[in-house]
């Protein structure tokens, strides 16, 4: 098969990863990809966004699947173009792509489907968006409805901070028209887990529950970025919980999606907080997480192009994962600077191999200098992966390879998959 995976960070670097080890694969490429996708695929200078010229692309190289990694072009109808020209692809229509592009959507797929989740009111002007903050003590939730990456969402503590944030996203447009409403949420406690499925319209195949840490300091202080490490699986979900999950959350959104004749396939990401009335969904995502899915696919034991192939065509039936039961822990090392703006073009030495056993080093924000040589070019960098007996192994071997890796300003965190929410610090 000749596989095209679309996007350029971490999570399209381990999505060519392990397609590539597939005996099914035959030649893959990777659009725009970048320096760690180049030692294992050909890498497309298109941009991801580009629709046009990737379904072009796709159709004159006779590409015979899909797999978009990022939501930017699924929103765009990425996913729509490549099935028009007859071409499985791994990810959702636009139409059901908004279940990320739009919070207002999401929650009326969740209203309809009767799936737990934060109280809410969506707003298009300030005084009753204001009313609303100000009837909730300002404990509130303020998100952007509309893309705007990562960033649209403000957890407030008073009534000064929701009226910052929904003034600054309703009034100054911060995030240009993904602001154009806001949805105010009830402010949800517990601890956050990353549930994602793969999905063929119908039937879901949930994969390793992951828990993500989105600030930049240890013990998830600072501000909130991209995400900063992730590992799988986590110890506040259990077999029961996550066929809880399954049942009460991800199969009721697809079934909703499917009776509305925008069937939901690739994968679908939900956030969820644990609360003490059970798991309630914060959002969802129409693609992989990342970081989460460079340590999930650490862990993914048997071949997953049968399981991407199987969501791309509509039947996911046959198809069974094999996971490993080793946990995986992934650091995500950051450029001096991040998440605000960053200093580029710095010498990364010791990221390309050999890796002690278990560990592996996906790459995100980093080009290749015309002396050949890696330098940073982004915020998040790489993520450096491992495998472990137990969790705390594979986080000893994670940041055992971090250690082999320099760059200057390099930031990362000390306390990815050292403690879990609810465990002893
Ligand atoms: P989202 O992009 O909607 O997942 O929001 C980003 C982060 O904001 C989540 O990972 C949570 O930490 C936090 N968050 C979102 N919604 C809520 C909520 N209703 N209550 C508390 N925290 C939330």
């Given at each position: 098969m000749r596989i095209l995976v679309v996007g350029g960070g971490g999570r399209e670097h381990a999505l060519v990863w392990k397609i590539a080890q597939?005996?099914?694969?035959g030649k893959v490429f990777c659009a725009p990809g970048n320096p760690g996708t180049a030692r294992l695929a050909e890498n497309v200078a298109i941009p991801a966004d580009d629709v046009d010229a990737l379904s072009r692309w796709a159709v004159e190289n006779r590409i015979d699947l899909v797999v978009v990694g990022p939501e930017g072009p699924l929103v765009l109808g990425l996913a729509d173009r490549i099935s028009a020209a007859g071409i499985p692809a791994f990810g959702p229509s636009a139409a059901a792509a908004q279940l990320e592009g739009s919070k207002a959507f999401a929650k009326e797929v969740m209203r309809a489907a009767s799936i737990p989740t934060a109280d809410h009111a969506t707003f298009d002007a300030l005084g009753p968006a204001l009313a609303r903050a100000r009837a909730a003590h300002g404990r509130v939730v303020v998100k952007a409805d509309g893309l705007a990456a990562g960033k649209g969402v403000v957890v407030c503590g008073n009534l000064a901070e929701a009226e910052e944030a929904l003034r600054a996203i309703l009034v100054d447009r911060v995030h240009g028209e993904a602001g154009a409403r806001v949805l105010v949420e009830e402010r949800l406690e517990g601890p956050e887990v990353s549930v994602i499925a793969l999905v063929d319209g119908e039937r879901v195949l949930v994969l390793p529950p992951a828990q993500d840490h989105k600030r930049i300091f240890d013990g998830d202080r600072g501000p909130n970025t991209g995400g900063m490490g992730a590992f799988t699986p986590t110890p506040t979900v259990d077999g029961a919980l996550l066929e809880d999950v399954r049942d009460r959350v991800l199969l009721p959104t697809v079934r909703e999606m499917k009776r509305r004749g925008t069937p939901f396939r690739g994968a679908l990401y939900a956030g969820i907080m644990l609360t003490r009335d059970g798991p309630k969904v914060l959002e969802f995502n129409a693609r992989f997480g990342d970081p989460e899915t460079q340590p999930i696919l650490m862990r993914?034991?048997?071949?997953l192009l049968p399981a991407l192939l199987g969501a791309a065509q509509g039947d996911l039936s046959p198809v069974r994962l094999e996971i490993d039961p080793r946990p995986a822990v992934g650091v995500v090392m950051a450029a001096e600077g991040y998440p605000g703006r960053v200093t580029t073009g710095d010498a990364i030495d010791g990221a390309e191999g050999p890796f002690p056993p278990g560990a592996q080093i996906f790459v995100a924000g980093a080009r290749r200098a015309a002396d050949g040589r890696l330098v940073t070019s982004g915020g998040r960098v790489l993520t450096v992966c491992a495998l472990g007996a137990d969790r705390a192994d594979a986080a000893a071997r994670a940041y055992e390879t971090v250690a082999r890796v320099r760059f200057r300003g390099a930031q990362y965190r000390r306390d990815i998959g050292r403690t879990g929410p609810g465990e002893a610090t």
């Open positions: 597939s005996p099914l694969a993914m034991a048997g071949d």
